[in-house]
């Protein structure tokens, strides 16, 4: 199994940059497919991106596209969410979330993950 703890969020105002990290404990990091996912007070968690094994693969929600990049260190057995051009609308709590699977593809429901972090809060004034 593996842990993951996030880090690296804040406040800061629209236009600046974050970089989240999220590190896991356990020796089969480079086994999982990693997420991350946010949540807005009131709203459902949901998908902000996604990376394969090998960290080649990515997939992004159309909100954060062009302006998020997700990347990951399996030596360091870390992932990060770069985040550009913030927007007040970013404004959430971000979870990062691994996927144990042997399928390919797109996995952008909460459901679909097998283990979470606890969270980082990440403000954006306007």
């Known amino acids: 199994q593996v842990q993951l703890v996030e880090s690296g969020g804040g406040l800061v105002q629209a236009g600046g940059s974050l970089r989240l990290s999220c590190a896991a404990s356990?020796?089969?990091?480079?086994?999982?497919?990693m997420g991350w996912f946010r949540q807005a007070p009131g709203k459902e968690r949901e998908f902000v991106a996604q990376i394969g094994w090998n960290g080649i693969s990515t997939y992004y929600a159309d909100s954060v596209k062009g302006r998020f990049t997700i990347s990951r260190d399996n030596a360091k057995n870390v992932v990060y969410l770069q985040m550009n051009s913030l927007k007040p609308e970013d404004t959430a709590v971000y979870y990062c979330?691994?996927?144990?699977?042997?399928?390919?593809?797109?996995?952008?429901?909460?459901?679909?993950?097998?283990?979470w972090g606890q969270g980082t809060q990440v403000t954006v004034s306007s």
């Open positions: 356990g020796r089969r990091f480079s086994s999982f497919i």
């Open positions: 979330g691994a996927v144990l699977t042997g399928r390919n593809g797109r996995f952008d429901r909460a459901a679909e993950y097998n283990v």
